[in-house]
């Protein structure tokens, strides 16, 4: 159990739908990560926060959108949701402002299917 | 070309075989990390590194910067270290995780 929590485990939609997934990092650590997880791409940085602000940005859509709670939560929201979207979705957490150098604590994901 | 390249793809292996996992990349990095995804999806940070080598249990990374090459290697492998390795470099210029496509290992006892 790394100690970062993320909700759903599974998640079914249609297309043009509008999701929140969520992530409870591990206990001190204010930086969270997102990584998107797909058959057809591997696994992708989205986009990670430190301490409720945006730190780093990969290849997030404009339809999605994240951001990072006064408790440390994240939440990364997908909206008009496509079938290319179905993947799995992990959240990461570390004590780091950046991605370098320091553990990152994985999520057991959440499973999306867009139908 | 993918700027993080692995392989071997695939790798089987019989229990206790010395097991080695390449990684080359072409950007520059800050770090590599290498990263282990098991059969049900869970993913375990194994080792972030910038030079030189790291050693836990039984596994080894090392890395060369010079050469754009980082190696993962398993000593006295077992059935439990069947999973997928993935390599992901740290953009130095861009401060992005870049993964590679991976490695899956099986193990045989």
Excluded at chain 1, 5 to 32: E, N, W
Aim: net charge neutral.
């Amino acid at each position: 159990d790394s100690g970062v929590t993320q909700t759903p485990k599974h998640l079914i939609t249609a297309t043009g739908q509008r999701v929140t997934l969520r992530c409870s990092p591990r206990s001190g650590d204010l930086s969270v990560y997102w990584y998107q997880q797909s058959l057809d791409q591997g696994l992708q940085f989205l986009i990670q926060y430190y301490n409720g602000e945006e730190r780093a940005k990969g290849n997030i859509l404009e339809r999605f959108s994240a951001q990072q709670f006064p408790d440390l939560h994240s939440e990364l929201n997908l909206s008009s949701l496509e079938l290319g979207d179905s993947a799995l979705y992990f959240c990461a957490s570390s004590v780091a402002t950046s991605l370098e150098f320091h553990e990152q604590f994985f999520g057991p994901g959440t499973r999306l299917t867009v139908l | 070309k993918n700027e993080v390249e692995q392989s071997p793809q695939n790798l089987t292996a019989q229990e206790g075989e010395f097991i080695t996992i390449n990684c080359s990349y072409s950007v520059g990095i800050s770090a590599l990390h290498w990263l282990q995804q098991h059969p049900g999806g869970g993913i375990v940070s194994l080792f972030m590194l910038s030079s030189g080598k790291k050693k836990h249990g039984r596994l080894i990374a090392t890395i060369n910067i010079q050469e754009k090459h980082s190696s993962l290697h398993i000593t006295a492998s077992h059935p439990r270290d069947s999973a997928v390795y993935i390599c992901a470099a740290l953009s130095y210029n861009t401060d992005k995780l870049i993964f590679g496509t991976g490695t899956r290992l099986q193990v045989f006892p």
